[in-house]
């Protein structure tokens, strides 16, 4: 078998595994765990695309290998986009993020609470190839949390069919999720 290598240079394991899966056993993929003394790269890009791009770069220089990095938030209609880049940022924990989000969305009325996650993926060669991948999943915010599954924002985070984030399975969230989009469409391109 033709054991291809690549380094995500990310800590979760949901988000490994998930790329492990599409990926198919002739990968083997590390992670940033595999690479302690790496460190964190600074997301100073205004756009999930930039700071995907700067992560992959900065792994592929630092470790000599195929890398991919990746940024993803949440984009909301009447907070003109926001927390956008910072989702992460937003607040110090998932649960104070989504407190906040409802508390700024309070009184606002459901046609206008639309929102979508965005995920921008970026792989990095060591010749110098480069690759980027998007996904975008379209929804609303809710009045209120729902559900125990997912992380991040996805128990106020409501599908068109009006169940969160949270309420899916891992495979249903991985067929509609904005970050299973970005895996389909880079796994095409790293295949080339």
């Known amino acids: 078998m033709n054991e291809r290598r690549i380094v995500f240079a990310t800590t979760n394991a949901g988000k490994l595994a998930e790329l492990s899966e599409l990926l198919g056993p002739e990968w083997q993929v590390s992670s940033a765990r595999d690479f302690?003394?790496?460190?964190?790269?600074?997301?100073?890009?205004?756009?999930?695309?930039?700071?995907?791009?700067?992560?992959?770069?900065?792994?592929?220089?630092?470790?000599?290998?195929?890398?991919?990095?990746?940024?993803?938030?949440?984009?909301?209609?009447?907070?003109?986009?926001?927390?956008?880049?910072?989702?992460?940022?937003?607040?110090?924990?998932?649960?104070?993020?989504?407190?906040?989000?409802?508390?700024?969305?309070?009184?606002?009325?459901?046609?206008?609470?639309?929102?979508?996650?965005?995920?921008?993926?970026?792989?990095?060669?060591?010749?110098?190839?480069?690759?980027?991948?998007?996904?975008?999943?379209?929804?609303?915010?809710?009045?209120a949390a729902r559900g125990e599954g997912g992380f991040g924002y996805d128990p106020v985070f409501e599908l068109p069919n009006g169940r969160t984030m949270a309420e899916l399975t891992r495979a249903e969230k991985a067929t509609v999720s904005h970050r299973g989009a970005a895996f389909r469409a880079l796994v095409t391109k790293l295949s080339l």
């Open 36 to 143: 302690p003394e790496v460190g964190e790269v600074d997301e100073t890009a205004e756009t999930f695309a930039g700071n995907a791009e700067l992560k992959a770069r900065a792994w592929c220089a630092a470790t000599g290998l195929l890398s991919l990095g990746d940024d993803s938030g949440l984009c909301v209609s009447a907070l003109d986009g926001r927390p956008g880049v910072r989702s992460a940022r937003y607040a110090p924990t998932d649960v104070e993020r989504n407190q906040k989000l409802l508390a700024e969305l309070e009184g606002v009325e459901p046609a206008r609470r639309t929102a979508r996650f965005e995920c921008a993926l970026c792989a990095v060669w060591p010749s110098g190839r480069i690759e980027p991948a998007r996904g975008v999943c379209e929804g609303r915010i809710g009045l």
